[in-house]
Antibody, heavy 118, light 107 residues
């Protein structure tokens, strides 16, 4: 059974940093593109970042470029999102998503809440 | 960035009725469109990919059609568990984008 379990969400002050993790199991993690998608409270879905299967290629939404870094450790079956210089508008549930046909999401984690506030 | 527009914003229907949801892209995306269902407090679930292909385990009452800029998700006969928010998503160009969603609620 495919499982994606996010962790690391927390309350953080503006300009602070946070690292999210996503532990994957039930599939060959190193064969899949992986993504982070976020959803602000009561709002729609926004694609944040993606990384290819070996970690050599990454992409970011303009809103997070230069502040967020996606990475993966295929030996540990874990996806990461390092978030720096956090802003109030980064407040959201962050979902870890397995890529299907690379750029669709067929399995989603339960999400982890990041709140940026004083 | 490719903008996706969904209509209507809310669709009020009764169980057993047919639901027709629309998604329009700001430029041609060929057939590179997916549909997701999201229920309150849950992660989205992939229903349809490449405009018309049902994802694994998705019931046959869900169907998708369209290409280019205009797409439709049809639920042939609404079941109680189908009342949710539906999002379309394009994978034609980065950044990947979602539509704002259509809420299907009980009339």
């Amino acid at each position: 059974e495919v499982q994606l379990v996010e962790s690391g969400g927390a309350l953080v002050q503006p300009e602070g940093s946070l690292r999210l993790s996503c532990a994957a199991s039930g599939f060959t993690f190193s064969s899949y593109w992986m993504h982070w998608v976020r959803q602000a409270p009561g709002k729609g879905l926004v694609w944040v970042s993606r990384i290819n299967s070996d970690g050599s290629s990454t992409s970011y939404a303009d809103s997070v470029k230069g502040r967020f870094t996606i990475s993966r450790d295929n030996a540990k079956n874990t996806l990461y999102l390092q978030m720096n210089s956090l802003r109030a508008e980064d407040t959201a549930v962050y979902y870890c998503v397995r890529g299907f046909s690379i750029n669709y999401g067929d399995y989603w984690g339960q999400g982890t809440l990041v709140t940026v506030s004083t | 960035e490719i903008v996706l527009t969904q209509s209507p914003a809310t669709l009020s229907l009764s169980p057993g009725e047919r639901a027709t949801l629309s998604c329009r892209a700001s430029q041609s995306i060929s057939s590179y469109l997916a549909w997701y269902q999201q229920k309150p407090g849950q992660a989205p679930r992939l229903l349809i990919y490449d405009a018309s292909n049902r994802a694994t385990g998705i019931p046959a009452r869900f169907s998708g059609s369209g290409s280019g800029t205009d797409f439709t998700l049809t639920i042939s006969s609404l079941e109680p568990e189908d009342f949710a928010v539906y999002y379309c998503q394009q994978r034609s160009k980065w950044p990947l984008t979602f539509g704002p969603g259509t809420k299907v609620d009980i009339k």
